[in-house]
């Protein structure tokens, strides 16, 4: 079974600040792929990454990059120097190959909060 | 569409009573997706279709609920003699090719929030 933890439920940071959003995840599948959403406070779900288990090269957009270990099965998100428009719910997903279609397992989400 | 539209918005319901709630995916998108939502969850699967065909409906919790997408287009969740504990937000997804799996990025409507009172 596939499981993805968020066990950080809420972060508040004062704007300017850098904050790492973590995310641990389980699978057995050695084929897969990992996102991350954004949910703003007007409720839709936002794609944000996609990253695939053989692709370990570090991303950065931006303001936002994305540390993937494989070795630690974590797949981290940092937002630099943080602004109040990233205060948002932020879910990490992981999507196994087998089986077929896109049946996203979510974590429980990371409220952050960026105050001025 | 520009985006998938999910109708209604909020929808507030008396325990019993049956509900529909739609989902306009964006046009050509081959595959539609249904999760939903808890408050403070993550989205959990529900079921999807590629085109008409329903391929999977693991995620339905029991058999009051049903979906459907007649035509491979617009889709409909359907939830029987609603319960408290079926109320969520309900999300829709598309992805414009079919069940490749791990490949496509879904686009999410802004979800139909269902009180059931």
């Known amino acids: 079974a596939q499981k993805v933890t968020q066990a950080q439920t809420e972060i508040s940071v004062v704007e300017k600040e850098d904050v790492t959003l973590d995310c641990v995840y389980e699978?057995?599948?050695?084929?897969?792929?990992l996102f991350w959403y954004k949910q703003p406070p007007s409720g839709e779900l936002v794609f944000l990454i996609r990253?695939?288990?053989?692709?370990?090269q570090n991303e950065i957009s931006g303001r936002y990059s994305w540390n993937f270990q494989k070795s630690t099965s974590s797949f981290n998100f940092t937002i630099t120097a943080s602004q109040v428009v990233d205060s948002a719910v932020y879910f990490c997903a992981l999507n196994i190959l087998t089986g077929g279609g896109n049946k996203l397992t979510f974590g429980t989400g990371t409220q952050l909060k960026v105050e001025l | 569409g520009a985006g998938v539209s999910q109708s209604p918005r909020y929808k507030v319901t008396k325990r019993g009573q049956d509900v529909a709630l739609r989902c306009d995916p964006i046009?050509?998108?081959?595959?539609l997706y249904w999760y939903r939502q808890a408050l403070g969850q993550g989205p959990e699967f529900l079921t999807y279709f590629n085109y008409e065909a329903q391929q999977d409906k693991s995620g339905l919790p029991n058999d009051r609920f049903s979906a459907e997408r007649p035509e491979g287009s617009i889709s409909t969740l359907t939830i029987q003699r609603t319960e408290q504990r079926d109320s969520a937000m309900y999300r829709c997804?598309?992805?414009?090719?079919?069940?490749?799996?791990?490949?496509?990025?879904?686009?999410f409507g802004a979800g139909s929030r269902l009180t059931v009172l």
């Open positions: 997804a598309s992805s414009p090719r079919q069940g490749i799996s791990g490949a496509n990025v879904l686009t």
């Open positions: 046009s050509g998108h081959v595959s």
């Open positions: 990253r695939n288990s053989f692709d370990e």
């Open positions: 699978t057995r599948d050695t084929t897969y792929y």
